[in-house]
């Protein structure tokens, strides 16, 4: 391990303990562990750093043994973005799908669940759930990433997401604050922009985020988008206006009242490295109120973390930011990493009534547990106590369904004109796919395929995008039928009301056959048509498997 220089000043320290960066590979590069060292805090996980629960574990341990109090990091919000499991989609369905359910229990389940699986493999701050209220259905970056559109549903979940995450020893981050629902542009590309005023604010985007902080959320994310009502010059990010102004301020004031982690989002994210630079960027955001700068999404060397580091430092030492600011925002990372670490010992061993084992603990820094206490499919060996209703081993999977369970839930199935006949002999899936946003990514699959090959062996399925839809035009609907031969079309699309290449070509397929499915897995606003239409509110991997279900037949599409 390495021994923290105490030659090394104050101020250098507290730069790099602000810092949330990411690296490349599967294992700790040395410059992260040197720095580790040397003051930083809090690394972040991505999708490039995990292929299994052993892995993430071996990880996250590699990481204490250079500092015990290391913050560990992910992005997982379940559902389209997910992280653990970026490769095969995820266990979990997303915000919208359990926005639909409307259960605040079953909500607090999941995410109890993830983290769970999370705080097992050693990860204790999770930047999520999104607590944005998805008013503009035409939102390319949030839409099934938001529990809905309603304000109360929106913060009802949202504080029912951060009690469970937590419960688990996980901290939860409510983003992206003061909201990016309202929103027509992706904040990876541009910096959007929302003109709604102070009073449609406070009335619809606050409401999530102060459902969160009742709830005791211990870090809040802020937005890089422009609310000219708010501020008029400055994004939200960058904002004292929005950070110190409104989000911390006392409620008696008019603010929400927050004392916990302010978390920028990505830096490296184009409404902010295009018009300030993330070195700027960062001392403007801690100078705002920031607590933490979060980058790695799209950066991953030491370079990164260097000129990061010294832009604060010089920005303190010229009098553009005041080393009291930085001082007290190191101070708030390094509380919640003292946090986490109390908490990966003291897990919420509760679940449905029946003791759970908490995760494996050593006397010392906090390890992850072994790989089987987190595997989806393991199941505790233990004697339930006097009277129990039910066994460890009865909690354990019924624990570890929940995922399953919650995507059945959310389905919501119109019928055609005509009795459906489930197929029962292979069929073609059609996947007519956009591009995904950067917050998804394109690595993790979706769709029905993969669980309609299993249920409905010699399924064949293509994939069909826009470049298809512009070169083919009216002969895209041709081309699928010719894929699909004699086997009926289960037609796959994502925001089809979005894309009106996929309208038309729905449009096409259901004219000439009729007996089609349509599986919507975006945000359904496009009117339901097929003679199945399923809507799975996500498209994570158990949404895929209980649409699958409903087309073969295995359960009722009620």
Known sequence: MTTLDHATD????????????????TTAPEWLLRRLGEGLVTVGLFGRNITSPEQLSALTAQLRGERGDVLVAIDEEGGDVTR???????????NLALGVVDDTELTREVAREMGRRLAGCGVHLNWAPSADVNSNPDNPVIGVRSFGSDPALVARHTAAYVEGLQSSGVAACAKHFPG?????????????RIDADLATLSERELIPFRAAIAAGTKA?????????????RLPATLSPHALTGLLRRPVADGGLGFDGLIITDGMEMQAIAATYGIEHGSVLAIAAGADAICVGGGLTDEDTVV???????????????????LADAAARVRALADWARTAARTPDTTVSGAATAPAVITAGAPEPATPAAVDAVATAEAVPAAGATATVAEADAERSDVGQRAARRALRVTHGAAPYEPATGPVHVAAFSPVANIAVGDETPWGVAAELIRLLPGTGTATYGQQDAAELGGELVGRVLGDAGDRRVVAVVRDAHRHPWMGQALDGLVAARPDTVVVEMGVPQAPPTGALHIATHGAARVCGRAAAEVIAGLTPGD
């Not at 104050?10 to 590979?25: E, K, S, Y």
């Not at 990016?180 to 959007?192: C, F, I, K, M, Q």
Request: proline fraction near 8%; charged fraction near 20%; aromatic fraction near 2%.
């Open 307 to 325: 000129r990061l580091r010294d832009a604060l430092v010089a920005a303190v030492r010229s009098g553009e930011l005041p080393e009291e600011r």
């Open 180 to 192: 990016h629902g309202d929103t027509g542009v992706d904040s990876h590309l541009a910096l959007p």
């Open 10 to 25: 104050t101020l250098t320290r507290d730069a790099l303990a602000v810092l949330q960066p990411g690296f490349a590979g």
């Open 220 to 232: 809040v994310m802020s937005a890089h988008i422009l609310l000219p009502a708010l501020d008029p």
């Open 84 to 94: 653990l499991e970026v490769r095969t989609g995820s266990s979990f369905p997303g």
